[in-house]
Nanobody, 126 residues
Framework: QVQLVESGGRLVQAGGSLKLSCAASGRTFGTRAMGWFRQAPGKERDFVAAVSWFGGKTYYVDSVKGRFTISRDNAKNTVYLQMNSLKPEDTAVYYC???????????????????WGQGTQVTVSS
């Protein structure tokens, strides 16, 4: 079992920046990737970004490319999401997710992630 705790969400103005953190604990020895998803009111939970744990390869949804950066600190079992140039449409609850699936030549999908955090609210005002 892996436990994930997110932090960093808050209200921010459009154009601003925010950095989310997610610390993993428990049975983390099987980590192969960690990622971020988000869910806006009335919508499904969508993939935002992921990072492979050992190679550091990153994956992003098109709408955040060039604005968001995912990174990880293996020693701290922590993943970060740096969000710049925030837009009102980025408003959502952001969830951290953990995967024991290793991918080399294909993108991560939601089904690869089996542990989830409780979510942190990000609100971007216009």
């Amino acid at each position: 079992q892996v436990q994930l705790v997110e932090s960093g969400g808050r209200l921010v103005q459009a154009g601003g920046s925010l950095k989310l953190s997610c610390a993993a604990s428990g049975r983390t020895f099987g980590t192969r990737a960690m990622g971020w998803f988000r869910q806006a009111p009335g919508k499904e939970r969508d993939f935002v970004a992921a990072v492979s744990w050992f190679g550091g390869k990153t994956y992003y949804v098109d709408s955040v490319k060039g604005r968001f950066t995912i990174s990880r600190d293996n020693a701290k079992n922590t993943v970060y999401l740096q969000m710049n140039s925030l837009k009102p449409e980025d408003t959502a609850v952001y969830y951290c997710a953990h995967s024991t699936v290793g991918r080399v030549n294909s993108d991560y999908v939601a089904g690869d992630f089996t542990s989830w955090g409780q979510g942190t609210q990000v609100t971007v005002s216009s």
